[in-house]
């Protein structure tokens, strides 16, 4: 099993632009989750689902929108890129509790 | 709204030494999460504690559930340079969605 996987690693982007990153587990989990820790900071939670169809808020969802389409994949969407969303963005997955986290794609806005 | 901190922010100790790291959460919660990090690398984790009074240990770190107390601590014995990271603990704050809520780390620091 591969777990979860992110791309792209890293991603420089110019102010107003607009980028989808992208998620996917193959352990079959129901739950989903994205992100994002800025430097030095705890994680902090952008959106989340619960199952195919299935999305809602977390803690800091403005600037970004999520869809979930299939069990596996869980892209998340930046529209209008403002420095504010420079961070580190983690997608995890879980089937009851314990979370397990991507690599990682590490989000520069200029 | 569910706060998580953890204390300390930094340690630095020296190998061979023994410390704790605490976390403290605001509401009621049975399940918490240690987690490690690595500079630039994901979180990987390290215990998962289901309920109170739990207690898991690996290597030289132990970790402990009290929720009435509303805290956990992870216990470092002896350490070496290889546990220099910055650990992170969370909570799961009931929900259905089994959100979690991060401290803010504690980033430890090893020296020989």
């Known amino acids: 099993n591969a777990g979860v996987t992110q791309t792209p690693k890293f991603r420089i982007l110019k102010i107003g632009q607009s980028m989808t990153l992208q998620c996917t587990q193959d352990?079959?989990?129901?739950?989903m989750y994205w992100y994002r820790q800025d430097p030095g900071m705890g994680l902090k939670l952008i959106y989340y689902?619960?199952?195919?169809?299935?999305?809602d808020k977390g803690e800091v969802p403005n600037g970004y929108n999520v869809s979930r389409s299939t069990t596996e994949d869980f892209p998340l969407r930046l529209e209008l890129a403002a420095p504010s969303q420079t961070s580190v963005y983690f997608c995890?997955?879980?089937?009851?509790?314990?979370?397990?986290f991507g690599p990682g794609t590490r989000l520069t806005v200029t | 709204e569910l706060k998580v901190e953890q204390n300390p922010l930094f340690l630095s100790m020296q190998e061979g030494k023994n410390y704790t790291i605490y976390c403290n959460y605001s509401t009621t919660s049975d399940r918490l999460y240690w987690y490690r990090q690595d500079p630039g690398k994901s979180l990987e984790s390290l215990f998962v504690l289901l309920s109170n009074g739990a207690v898991k240990q690996e290597g030289r770190l132990m970790a402990s559930l009290d929720t009435k107390a509303r805290l956990s601590t992870l216990h470092i014995t002896a350490a070496v340079h290889d546990l220099s990271a910055t650990y992170f603990c969370a909570v799961d704050g009931n929900n259905a969605g089994n959100m979690l809520t991060f401290g803010g780390g504690t980033r430890l620091m090893v020296k020989p």
């Open positions: 352990m079959n989990h129901n739950y």
């Open positions: 995890a997955s879980s089937r009851a509790y314990e979370q397990y």
């Open positions: 689902s619960v199952g195919a169809g299935i999305t």
